[in-house]
């Protein structure tokens, strides 16, 4: 099966900086890449997904990046604010696997 | 447009009871599953239900069993619980158009066994 992972486990960074969040997976089907932001006490919540047929994606502060050759995936954020604190979580599924495989999360914790 | 209902909120049960949690999908979404979230494991899949038949199951004991209801709504039960099933479970519904649709989430059940 599907086996996601993820790294950092923590980060720090101060107000303003960028974070960089990266995911590796092993099934080369699969082919949609969402991550979660889950804030303390709440439910995950999508916040930017990526399908294969992609190298990259924008919405505002975040992007997600996927080499699919090296098959991993990356989430970055800029100019981190302290609302940006929560844990987040990268996922991979693939073709006749609709179920989502997620990493073991990041927390990110932004420094004012 | 009403989001993801999970029922209850919170569960307190004594080891060797059973215990059944109750999900409601976002309106025309048929597509069901259930996660596991503890601070160890992270979130571990349990199964998925599409249009009443189970689509996948992770890799949970058989104590582990749910089912899906014509109108979509997904329930699943634990039995013979025990000090480790103690955790947040969390559904998440998904739209019916092409493979890997963006999950939604439930607030979870939070589920503590003593």
């Known amino acids: 099966g599907e086996n996601v992972e993820q790294h950092p486990s923590t980060l720090s960074v101060q107000e303003g900086d960028s974070a960089v969040i990266k995911c590796t997976y092993s099934d080369s089907a699969s082919n949609y890449f969402p991550w979660y932001k889950q804030e303390l006490g709440k439910r995950p919540q999508l916040i930017i997904d990526?399908?294969?047929?992609?190298g990259e994606k924008k919405d505002q502060r975040i992007a997600v990046t996927l080499n699919k050759t090296a098959k991993h995936f990356s989430l970055h954020i800029t100019e981190t604010q302290p609302e940006d604190s929560a844990v987040y979580f990268c996922?991979?599924?693939?073709?006749?696997?609709?179920?989502?495989?997620f990493g073991s999360g990041t927390r990110l914790q932004v420094q004012p | 447009k009403a989001g993801v209902t999970q029922t209850p909120r919170y569960l307190i049960k004594t080891r060797g009871q059973q215990v059944t949690l109750s999900c409601s999908p976002i309106s025309g979404h048929r597509s069901v599953s259930w996660y596991q979230q503890t601070p160890g494991q992270g979130l571990q899949f349990l199964f998925e239900y599409f249009s009443e038949t189970q689509r996948n199951k992770g890799n949970f004991p058989g104590r582990f069993s749910g089912r899906q209801f014509s109108n979509s709504r997904s329930e699943m039960n634990v039995s013979t619980l025990e000090l480790g099933d103690s955790a947040l479970y969390l559904c998440a519904s998904s739209g019916t158009t092409g493979q890997g649709s963006g999950y939604t989430f439930g607030s979870g059940t939070r589920l503590t066994v003593v």
């Open positions: 990526i399908r294969s047929n992609v």
């Open positions: 996922a991979a599924s693939g073709a006749g696997r609709r179920a989502l495989t």
